[in-house]
Nanobody
Framework: QVQLVESGGGLVQAGESLRLACVAS????????MGWLRQAPGKERELVAA???????IFYSDSVKGRFTISRDNANTVALQMNSLKPEDTAVYYC???????????????WGRGTQVTVSS
């Protein structure tokens, strides 16, 4: 199984930025479709961004469009740049991978353990 590890979470004020990174252990992430998902207390897991493995398709949820950017930094690292953060962005953020690009959170086969993002008002 592919191993994914997220990093970069933290506590910031509204309007500030964070950059999350997802690093694979023993895998090349460029062959996978990648997604960033988040889950806040009492809410279902939400797909906020996704990028395909070869076609270049990119997805953003309406709530983060224009503020977040998903990118492939290198062969085994995928990043999520989060700008203009809002308190509603507070959640645990997960990196996920799959052989098939999808905007369905349940479609992703491999998951990291998550990194906490907290945005204060």
């Amino acid at each position: 199984q592919v191993q994914l590890v997220e990093s970069g979470g933290g506590l910031v004020q509204a309007g500030e930025s964070l950059r999350l990174a997802c690093v694979a252990s023993g895998r090349t992430l460029s062959v996978y479709a990648m997604g960033w998902l988040r889950q806040a207390p009492g809410k279902e897991r939400e797909l906020v961004a996704a990028i395909s493995g070869r076609s270049g398709d990119i997805f953003y949820s309406d709530s983060v469009k224009g503020r977040f950017t998903i990118s492939r930094d290198n062969a085994n690292t995928v990043a999520l740049q989060m700008n203009s953060l809002k308190p509603e962005d507070t959640a645990v953020y997960y990196c996920a991978a799959n052989w098939v690009y999808s905007v369905d959170p349940t479609a992703y086969a491999y998951w990291g353990r998550g990194t906490q993002v907290t945005v204060s008002s």
